[in-house]
Nanobody
Framework: QLLESGGGLGQPGGSLRPSCTASGTTFNCDAAGWYRQTPGQQRDLVATITCGGVTNYTDSVKGRFTISRDNAKSTVFLQMDNLKPEDTDVYYC???????????WGQGTQVTVSP
């Protein structure tokens, strides 16, 4: 399973760094990602990173968020800088685990940006 931590309350212009770690297993060598979702709405892509470190971001976070991963520790990070109130959401990580073909999801971590 995937365990997320590091969300919470941030101020506009501030930073947060959620992380997501595989528990009891390891990442597959394929893409991992972060997504976000407002209750009642669809889950949207925030950023992805391949096993080799190639990244992709949705336009609204480019230049502010940085996704990274530590393959040896089966952990993916989302460095969130210059936070904006519209970044408030539940953030989910996703990755393939243990050689299985399907992707797994974390339990979600709340990020709230407010003065």
């Amino acid at each position: 399973q995937l365990l997320e931590s590091g969300g919470g309350l941030g101020q506009p212009g501030g930073s947060l760094r959620p992380s997501c770690t595989a528990s009891g297993t390891t990442f597959n060598c394929d893409a991992a990602g972060w997504y976000r979702q407002t209750p009642g709405q669809q889950r949207d892509l925030v950023a992805t990173i391949t096993c080799g470190g190639v990244t992709n971001y949705t336009d609204s976070v480019k230049g502010r968020f940085t996704i990274s991963r530590d393959n040896a520790k089966s952990t993916v990070f989302l460095q969130m800088d210059n936070l904006k109130p519209e970044d408030t959401d539940v953030y989910y990580c996703s990755a393939g685990l243990g050689g299985e073909e399907r992707d797994y999801w974390g339990q979600g971590t709340q990020v709230t940006v407010s003065p």
